[in-house]
């Protein structure tokens, strides 16, 4: 036996073609396997991926804007980026333990020129509910938007500030 036997495209002087189902080539296949291996790995996990609608493709639907969450002895801190959107679309409402922030944009577009009609229409719903900790006042949230960005400011309680201890950390 010869090791050329063992191959199998070279059995014979005959090439043998490799063809999945649907008739593509591995070759020309692999681009969108992997694109389809990744879409369905995070697709596992309920992580708010930017740019992945959540919940189909329904009206119901919605993007999940990118938020950072930042806690300090005095207060916590919610960045939410809201592109496009002004005050006016944007709702925040918090309760004990959540903050929820909602945005819808409408953006309608009419242009009429020499020789062309331009109709655009341009409509996005995005909503995201933040864990928040025990021990803050929900009686003292602001909320301030610029630029895109919300910043929602919420002041943690005399008793939450007074829990806060150091601790001193020492060379091994």
Not at 30 to 40: E, K, N, Q, T
Not at 50 to 70: A, N, Q, T
Not at 107 to 119: A, F
Request: glycine share 10%; net charge negative; aromatic share 6%.
């Amino acid at each position: 036996m010869n090791i050329r036997d063992l191959i199998p495209w070279s059995r014979g002087g005959h090439e043998v073609q490799v063809r999945r189902e649907g008739g593509q080539e591995p070759a020309l296949a692999l681009p969108s396997d992997i694109d389809r291996m990744f879409d369905d790995f995070w697709r596992r996990f309920s992580l708010p991926i930017p740019g992945i609608w959540e919940g189909g493709d329904g009206p119901e639907s919605g993007l999940v804007p990118r938020v950072d969450v930042r806690e300090t002895d005095q207060e916590v801190e919610v960045v939410a980026e809201l592109p496009g959107m002004n005050e006016a679309d944007i709702d925040v409402s918090v309760a004990p333990g959540m903050l929820t922030i909602r945005g819808e944009k409408k953006l309608e577009r009419d242009e009429e020129k020499e020789g062309y009609v331009l109709r655009e229409r341009s409509f996005g719903r995005v909503e995201r509910v933040v864990p928040l900790p025990d021990g803050l006042d929900l009686d003292s949230p602001k909320a301030v938007f610029k630029d895109g960005v919300l910043t929602v400011t919420i002041a943690k309680t005399p008793e939450a500030r007074q829990a806060v201890r150091r601790i001193a950390v020492q060379r091994a």
